[in-house]
DNA sequence: AAAATAGTTGCAACCGGTTGCCTGAAATTA
DNA sequence: TAATTTCAGGCAACCGGTTGCAACTATTTT
């Protein structure tokens, strides 16, 4: 009843060519004539043919597709993907995306099967508690470049696309300090050992730069739960001094944060002022967003660090004229 | 200086076998004598032997894949993709996951590639606007059988789980009765031809049910966006009988529209009370969110909806005892 | 002791393309 | 006219596994 599916030898029986000559004219060989390709056009485009990709793949050892790995699809990163995505789709490159839950042995799984895969190339963001990125050493083994972005280890000899935040820390400090704040606290995210910390960075630059003492009981960390995120608030907020302004490491902990202030807590303390870093569409609903947020373009990164990529797996076969690509983009405070 | 990646053949020729034995070896194969099977073992994990996927596809012609089918990686279809690859991962499979943006042409280009890839089945859930399916009419003849889920086409003879939503719209509009509501409108999305219109029925059945009249004029449609909410809820309160309570389409929707009401309007009319439809994490983080919404549990229709593919992948062998299958699951209403 | 059986292993085809090299015919040049 | 070049197409190996079947050895049965 099912139709056949077309291959390249059943039109070359059909035609009474070879396959090869087959292959060759479907791609527009010169080697093959005219009359002929355009015979075996026809014919292919008559019976439906589509090429099998798999054998395709596998002849070529090339399986047109690159693997992403990410943390998970949270707005952020789904933004990244888009990027990524862009530029794949017009190299006519397949995406596979894999969400690792931020947990190392996750990551470690879902790395190995893209090798099985045979992805081509790796666009990664490693885990929040990643403690090494050893289990991208096999990759170098199997020939399939990897390019870190957005969460970017601190280490030698890769490939990178990444998204400063000190400066805009600076700026971020700087904007709270011209609206009258001296008081600013910073409840940061896990301080995690391959990860750059720039927000801290960028925290005490800002004081330095405005002239303001750190109080060290304003620096807060806080794991990325809404229930991490009360702690922190509580603890900020019992301490005699009580900060007028509060930068949280991102959306999600100053949504968080301000629900506690608000919500959970209300009227208990004057109210304070936030600023973030990334944004959530849905946070321009609240009846008192935050103040500013570091913008981290995700989009961006991800398709620089796909662009990256490309580079790499085109200078494949010259390695010694390809050296890894380290590419900082700087991020930009965005006042509401 | 790149180690080689070692083969079946590789290892044949240093145990001094013939690679179906090894090939058998490596699966534990009853005909393979132990001591030959531990050996081809021993030595595939000092080489660090990894099948070669694309092989293994090619000859057995299944790429051990399934791809998904999107709009958008939203919240909603995020939560879906996670049972989707729970129940993949489950059964070893991976999983391609391709977003439409809600576009024919689009959903078009990614099945075809997904097609030419040759996955082993697809999981989708169709745009919005598509007119029709019949470019999943290829699927059947390369044998991919496909699985709708959450905006199923009604059309007969095919894989779905959706999730009906017509007698969770009759609790809504009887909790809104409950709460004193007499005057409650729609604010619907686009009407698509291939997806049933059960937030409507409800709407009706609701009025019904509760003895009410429906005021035609209290139902509206809307396409997405945040303009067209905006257009709605401007005519919905240009008329001269307003509403007291809004049954929105999604969270997105009933963002954009309370956000209408109270900072684009402010105090130009008074407050009305949403209910909506999914579910968005942050609503929780309003001052005043939507006091119910209707859980069309998209994990679950996920997981389901793969469950099913792998019920039909199972029996392409026997097609004839494996009717396509229908599951629709009951939606649940959730008063905050 | 011959025959049947069970347990191992190898041979070779196959999956559907790609590609280096060869061949034969036609066209050009010497 | 013979030699050379160009053009068109075919042959066969290859990518790295899987699999049906044959074959060989050792053991058991008759």
């Known amino acids: 009843m099912q139709n056949k599916i077309p291959t390249i030898q059943e039109m070359a029986r059909i035609l009474k060519l070879s396959k090869s000559t087959v292959s060759r004219a479907l791609r527009n060989h010169p080697a093959i004539g005219l009359r002929t390709t355009q015979q075996v056009q026809k014919l292919a485009k008559e019976l439906n043919y589509e090429p099998n990709q798999m054998a395709?793949?596998?002849?070529?050892?090339?399986?047109?597709?690159?693997?992403?790995?990410?943390?998970?699809?949270?707005?952020?990163?789904?933004?990244?993907?888009?990027?990524?995505?862009?530029?794949?789709?017009a190299n006519d490159y397949n995406v596979l995306i894999s969400q690792t839950r931020d947990e190392y042995d996750i990551e470690k799984k879902v790395l190995e099967t893209m090798r099985k895969q045979r992805v081509d190339g790796i666009v990664a963001s490693i885990s929040?508690?990643?403690?090494?990125i050893e289990h991208f050493e096999k990759c170098k083994q199997y020939n399939i470049p990897v390019v870190f972005f957005d969460r970017v280890p601190d280490v030698p000899n890769i490939n990178s696309v990444w998204c400063r935040l000190d400066i805009s820390?600076?700026?971020?400090?700087?904007?709270?300090?011209s609206k009258g704040h001296e008081k600013i606290a910073l409840i940061n995210g896990p301080d995690t050992?391959?990860?750059?910390?720039?927000r801290l960075k960028g925290y005490y630059d800002g004081h330095i730069k405005n002239g303001l003492k750190v109080h060290e009981h304003f620096i807060k960390v806080a794991?990325?739960?809404?229930?991490?995120?009360?702690?922190?608030?509580?603890?900020?907020?019992?301490?005699?001094?009580?900060?007028?302004?509060?930068?949280?490491?991102?959306?999600?902990?100053?949504?968080?944060?301000?629900?506690?202030?608000?919500?959970?807590k209300p009227g208990r303390y004057p109210d304070i002022d936030f600023v973030t870093y990334?944004?959530?569409?849905?946070?321009?609903?609240?009846?008192?967003?935050?103040?500013?947020?570091?913008?981290?373009?995700?989009?961006?990164?991800?398709?620089?660090?796909?662009?990256?990529?490309?580079?790499?797996?085109?200078g494949l076969a010259h390695p010694e004229t390809t050296p890894p690509e380290n590419l900082i983009i700087e991020s930009k405070l965005v006042i509401y």
């Open 56 to 89: 395709i793949s596998f002849s070529k050892k090339k399986t047109m597709s690159i693997g992403v790995i990410v943390s998970s699809l949270d707005v952020y990163f789904h933004k990244a993907v888009f990027g990524i995505e862009d530029c794949a789709y």
């Open 128 to 132: 929040r508690n990643a403690p090494d």
């Open 169 to 177: 820390t600076v700026e971020l400090v700087s904007y709270l300090v």
């Open 193 to 198: 050992l391959p990860i750059k910390n720039e």
């Open 223 to 264: 794991d990325l739960s809404t229930v991490g995120t009360y702690e922190a608030m509580d603890q900020l907020l019992s301490h005699r001094v009580k900060p007028s302004a509060i930068i949280t490491f991102n959306d999600y902990m100053s949504l968080d944060a301000m629900h506690y202030l608000r919500k959970v």
């Open 278 to 314: 990334s944004n959530l569409p849905t946070t321009r609903y609240l009846d008192r967003p935050p103040l500013a947020y570091v913008d981290q373009f995700p989009y961006e990164q991800g398709k620089l660090a796909t662009e990256v990529l490309f580079r790499q797996l085109n």
